[in-house]
T-cell receptor, first 111, second 113 residues
């Protein structure tokens, strides 16, 4: 069935360092992979997404890489700041428009 | 454009009762998906509606149901509430075709006593 695994579940990073969150997916036909950030008490918000026809996408301090052969994709945050502290969810679009989420990564930036 | 809205924002019910939650998508969006979010289980997909038809369904019991109206507004209903149904229920809307960005509403926090 459709499955997205996300690691790690928690991550603590010193301010200014980089953070990397990894996800693997089960369906090789998946072609859309968004990342959402959810701050405490708020709704998930899209921060970056990637489609299967590209291998990497960057937006300022965040980037996503996709390896379709290995069926995994990763979120990279560089020069982390306290406001990056949140829960991050990866997701993959399966079959007929069903978006399946990973279990989330709680990222804490240590000042 | 106004964002996705959900009503009510908070709800307290007792076991055995039923509840109806409402979601209004972004204007022009025809797809509405519902998710249950709990601390231990992350975001669990409930179902997705597109043009008034249920297009996808997650692995939830039949007590969870939904519908979509011609104006794309959607409702979900939970009957015979159980304590374990306490959660944040999020809906998300997206545009016409597949692979579109999903925009989330603020959620309805349901507490079952």
């Amino acid at each position: 069935g459709e499955n997205v695994e996300q690691h790690p579940s928690t991550l603590s990073v010193q301010e200014g360092d980089s953070a990397v969150i990894k996800c693997t997916y089960s369906d090789s036909a998946s072609n859309y992979f968004p990342w959402y950030k959810q701050e405490l008490g708020k709704r998930p918000q899209l921060i970056i997404d990637i489609r299967s026809n590209v291998g990497e996408k960057k937006d300022q301090r965040i980037a996503v890489t996709l390896n379709k052969t290995a069926k995994h994709f990763s979120l990279h945050i560089t020069e982390t700041q306290p406001e990056d502290s949140a829960v991050y969810f990866c997701a993959a679009l399966f079959g007929n428009e069903k978006l399946t989420f990973g279990t989330g990564t709680r990222l804490t930036i240590i000042p | 454009k106004a964002g996705v809205t959900q009503t009510p924002r908070y709800l307290i019910k007792t076991r055995g009762q039923q509840v109806t939650l409402s979601c209004s998508p972004i204007s022009g969006h025809r797809s509405v998906s519902w998710y249950q979010q709990t601390p231990g289980q992350g975001l669990q997909f409930l179902f997705e509606y597109f043009s008034e038809t249920q297009r996808n369904k997650g692995n939830f019991p039949g007590r969870f149901s939904g519908r979509q109206f011609s104006n794309s507004r959607s409702e979900m209903n939970v009957s015979t509430l159980e304590l374990g149904d306490s959660a944040l229920y999020l809906c998300a809307s997206s545009g016409l075709q597949g692979g579109e960005t999903q925009y989330f509403g603020p959620g309805t926090r349901l507490l079952v006593l």
